[in-house]
C-alpha cells in the first residue's frame, strides 16, 4: 500500500502565494512522474504541473511562469510554489504519483485533495 498526503492548502488574496506539498510513504521502490491536478466545482480533474524522476517539468499553459513544481526524491515528496495566485485557480488540487513497487509493479496512486481558494 502507497498513501499520498497533501499539505498547505488555504484561502489567499489575488496576488499571493501558496505552497504545496506531497509526501508519499509506504511500499516504495521508486516513483516515475509526480503530478498535481486540480478539480474546480462541475469541471473535470485537469493536470496542473508533473515532474519526472529527472526533474523534467511539464505545466498546464494557464499556470506557466507562476507556478513551480520540484520534488526530493530522498523524501519521496512533491512541492508545487504557487505565485501571482487568481481566482480562477480556486479548486481542489490532487497529488498524484506513478509509483514502482518493490516487486517492479507500477500503479498510480492519488492524494485525498486539499483545498486551494484565492479571493478577489
Known amino acids: 500500500q502507497v498513501q499520498l498526503v497533501e499539505s498547505g492548502g488555504g484561502l489567499v488574496q489575488a496576488g499571493g502565494s501558496l505552497r504545496l506539498s506531497c509526501a508519499a510513504s509506504g511500499s516504495i521502490s521508486s516513483i516515475n512522474v509526480m503530478g498535481w491536478y486540480r478539480q474546480a466545482p462541475g469541471n473535470q480533474r485537469k493536470l496542473v504541473a508533473a515532474?519526472?524522476?529527472?526533474?523534467?517539468?511539464n505545466y498546464a499553459d494557464s499556470v506557466k511562469g507562476r507556478f513551480t513544481i520540484s520534488r526530493d526524491n530522498a523524501k519521496n515528496t512533491v512541492y508545487l510554489q504557487m505565485n501571482s495566485l487568481k481566482p480562477e485557480d480556486t479548486a481542489v488540487y490532487y497529488c498524484?504519483?506513478?509509483?514502482?513497487?518493490?516487486?517492479?509493479?507500477?500503479?498510480?496512486?492519488w492524494g485525498e485533495g486539499t483545498l486551494v481558494t484565492v479571493s478577489s
Open positions: 515532474i519526472t524522476s529527472g526533474d523534467s517539468t
Open positions: 498524484n504519483a506513478n509509483v514502482i513497487g518493490p516487486f517492479g509493479w507500477s500503479m498510480d496512486y
